[in-house]
């Protein structure tokens, strides 16, 4: 630019693009000051509740536990060592993937036309129906595993009905078992699929489903081509949410398993408050954050593979 050119510019009121160019990197300068201050209270408390923990349960697997509670300070794999040539903890892992697995898929099976139903519902009464749904979110799990324990039992609710009907005369074994884990979980878990579903079926468009109708498809066509397709992603999504939940509950494999049903959670309670073994529990926290890992590792290769998005 030319001292004419700059003059002219400078009375009409512009600025020389140095000048632009300064003013931009200052603002810039400014907003990501004003960001880092806005965000440093939630930074610091995420640290605070969260990463902190963590790095101190780290810290922790890597000491030495005793059988009287005693912890030495030191660095070592032992622990950890101890965890991976048990064949009952690698057990007590494979049973803690399968109830975690065996829950998401059923609650997705379960909660899939439901949300399906209210997400499409045009009643006037559709609010009403969305929080019936997700009532029992009210309710304690631990009230709700006492209630499958009452229901499940040898005297309860269904072997009474299916005696009383003559289709049995022995109780069946639902409850201290992995089958009533894995049905009070299914319940008690529904509620969170099926609202990751309806906020993951926004994709669902009738109009698409009027036009494969209208070129000749019939409902289960439309469905398979259409449908399933579109709402994959909220299946998917409310699947990894149900898994990731229940391999970390506690109370209801505690209670509705009878000490007959040994997860990854019970092991660590019972090392960190039954046996004061800290490193061998944060150990096994360790692990189950892999297996966190692993699964959340897995649902985005499955993603990827689909070609669909989140």
């Known amino acids: 630019m030319t001292a004419t050119q700059a003059i002219r510019t400078v009375a009409q009121g512009e600025h020389p693009p140095l000048q632009r160019s300064a003013e931009e990197r200052r603002s810039r300068t400014r907003q990501r000051r004003t960001f880092w201050l806005l965000a440093a209270p939630a930074i610091l408390g995420l640290f605070g509740s969260f990463v902190a923990p963590l790095l101190y349960m780290v810290r922790m697997a890597f000491n030495r536990g005793s059988s009287d509670g005693v912890i030495e300070e030191t660095f070592t794999l032992d622990t950890f060592a101890r965890a991976v040539e ?30 399906l139903f209210l997400m499409r519902s045009q009643s006037r009464f559709k609010s009403v129906l969305i929080a019936l749904a997700i009532a029992p979110l009210l309710t304690s799990a631990v009230v709700r595993t006492y209630g499958w324990m009452v229901i499940l039992g040898g005297g309860g609710l269904i072997n009474g009905t299916l005696i009383d009907l003559g289709l049995i005369t022995i109780p069946l074994q639902l409850a201290n078992n992995f089958t009533g884990v894995i049905i009070g979980l299914t319940e008690i878990f529904m509620p969170y699929a099926i609202l990751a579903m309806m906020s993951g079926f926004g994709k669902l468009d009738p109009r698409l489903e009027e036009a494969a109708g209208s070129l000749g498809a019939n409902r289960i066509r439309t469905f398979l ?10 299946a998917l999504a409310a699947g990894l949410l149900v898994f990731v ?35 061998f529990a944060a150990a096994l926290s360790i692990l189950l954050l892999l297996l966190f890992g692993a699964m959340i590792a897995g649902y985005q290769a499955l993603v990827r593979k689909l070609g669909i998005d989140r």
């Open 86 to 115: 048990d064949p009952y903890y690698w057990k007590v892992t494979l049973d803690t993937f399968l109830m975690g697995l065996t829950v998401a898929v059923l609650c997705v099976i379960v909660a899939y036309p439901i949300a």
């Open 245 to 279: 939940l229940a391999i970390s509950t506690f109370v209801t494999p505690r209670l509705l398993g009878g000490g007959a049903v040994r997860v990854l959670a019970t092991e660590i309670y019972d090392q960190a408050t039954g046996l004061i073994n800290w490193p």
């Open 225 to 234: 081509k259409v449908t399933l397709p579109l709402s994959l992603p909220g």
